[in-house]
């Protein structure tokens, strides 16, 4: 049986930094209303998307900063888009090809996904959320590991690019990180776009 990488102590500090990170992001949602445009406009400008074919994103849900513009304005660039779907709870997550809203059924946690007739696909652009990302790259999600889980099997069969998609305000000071912990290559907000 392996053994977890968290500890209690850990374990408690990450759940009360996430309570306060849930707090500070909807904070920003409420007043920076404009930032999916914002946050398009610095990820055209700043993100090397035309590398690659296939493209991951998230539906966003809550507070979370939504990505769909730019899922949507890559997609009409000829982008093949997909979004995550839960496989296991152990496992990475999958990413079935995404035509738009039409088809959409609900998922794990109840988040739209694309059905289970969509191909599978492997993107080298993923577009990450998250709660806390600090100036090193590290991020801090919502606790269940299905992204660093993800990116880290992505990375085994080839190089991907993992950019989050974030409020300002989101970024904080280091985060202490866990060895099962994945960095992002960059994080782009309203303000800008930052590479690691």
């Known amino acids: 049986m392996a053994v977890s990488p968290h500890s209690i102590a850990d374990m408690t500090d990450r759940q009360a930094l996430r309570r306060e990170a849930h707090q500070r992001r909807a904070d920003a949602a409420a007043v920076a209303r404009d930032a999916p445009a914002r946050v398009l406009e610095h990820f055209v400008n700043a993100v090397p998307y035309a590398d690659h074919a296939v493209v991951a994103g998230y539906w966003p849900v809550g507070t979370e900063c939504d990505d769909l513009p730019i899922l949507r304005t890559l997609q009409s660039m000829g982008k093949e888009i997909c979004l995550p779907c839960v496989a296991a709870d152990e496992a990475p997550l999958v990413f079935r090809v995404w035509e738009g809203r039409d088809g959409m059924k609900p998922g794990r946690f109840d988040i739209p996904t694309p059905p289970e007739s969509a191909a599978e696909v492997q993107p080298t652009l993923v577009v990450v959320p998250l709660l806390l990302f600090d100036g090193t790259g590290h991020r801090l999600g919502s606790g269940k ?20 998609v974030a409020y300002a305000a ?17 994080v782009v907000t309203e303000e800008g776009a930052e590479w690691f």
């Open 145 to 164: 590991g299905f992204y660093d889980r993800t990116l880290a099997a992505l990375r085994q069969v080839s190089t991907i690019v993992a950019v989050g």
């Open 170 to 186: 989101q970024r904080t000071a280091k985060l202490a990180t866990l060895p099962t912990d994945q960095r992002l290559d960059g």
